[in-house]
């Protein structure tokens, strides 16, 4: 089974710019969530997605937003970017919503903001 | 608001041999869960080890093995026969027993296993 892919694995934009990073989660799991891990930092929650609904939103600006497809995929978009958007973002996948939940994390994408 | 704290950013030991790497948090929720993972250079994040905190015996996976005192809210790490491949970042992490997936993460602990 494939596990948790995002893409881009890496990507530079500039100030000011929009970016779109895709996730496509282990086949039969229900919920996404991304979380930004800014460099020599641990990761933080920025959403959560179950059955296509927001079930959780970190605290992180009207810039950043998500959305999940009917194929359980999701996309994370962040506008009008800043130098310190720059960072790796991970996916996680999971069955349910749910705390006894084991979330699969994909390898991330890298973004740089030039 | 939930907090977790690892004192250590980096640490070195020589294969074979035993490492504790450390973990206190904040919570004044009785009921939680709380995680060990691994970041490798490979940037996955994998999980090692879960401890529910309901449960009093500390959780065990072959050679990883935690210290949890609920009490103290303290959850340490054991890497017994430490091996080439555990290097790697170790986030202890946090997570409430609600209906979202958002953990809370340490600022990590750098472990390199020396040869």
């Known amino acids: 089974d494939a596990g948790v892919t995002q893409s881009p694995t890496h990507l530079i934009k500039t100030r000011g710019q929009h970016v779109t990073l895709r996730c496509s989660p282990i086949?039969?799991?229900?919920?996404v969530s991304w979380y930004q891990q800014v460099l020599g930092q641990g990761p933080q929650f920025i959403f959560q997605?179950?059955?296509?609904?927001?079930?959780g939103r970190g605290n992180f600006p009207d810039r950043f937003s998500a959305r999940q497809f009917p194929n359980y995929s999701s996309e994370l978009n962040v506008n009008a970017l800043l130098l310190g958007d720059s960072a790796l973002y991970l996916c996680?996948?999971?069955?349910?919503?749910?705390?006894?939940?084991?979330?699969?994390f994909g390898a991330g994408s890298r973004l740089t903001v030039l | 608001a939930q907090t977790v704290t690892q004192s250590q950013p980096e640490m070195s030991v020589q294969e074979a041999e035993t490492v504790t790497l450390s973990c206190t948090y904040d919570?004044?929720?009785?009921?939680?869960?709380l995680f060990w993972y691994k970041q490798p250079p490979s940037r996955q994040m994998i999980l090692v080890i879960r401890?529910?905190?309901?449960?009093?015996q500390n959780a065990t996976e072959n050679r990883f093995s935690v210290n949890f005192q609920k009490a103290a809210k303290s959850f340490s790490l054991k890497i017994s026969d430490s091996q080439l491949g555990d290097t790697a970042m170790y986030f202890c992490?946090?997570?409430?027993?609600?209906?979202?997936?958002?953990?809370?993460f340490g600022k990590g602990t750098r472990l390199h296993i020396l040869p």
């Open positions: 086949s039969g799991h229900k919920s």
């Open positions: 992490a946090f997570r409430s027993m609600n209906r979202d997936d958002k953990i809370i």
């Open positions: 997605y179950y059955e296509k609904e927001e079930r």
């Open positions: 401890q529910e905190a309901y449960k009093q």
């Open positions: 996680a996948s999971s069955l349910r919503v749910s705390g006894a939940n084991v979330l699969t």
């Open positions: 919570t004044s929720e009785s009921n939680y869960y």
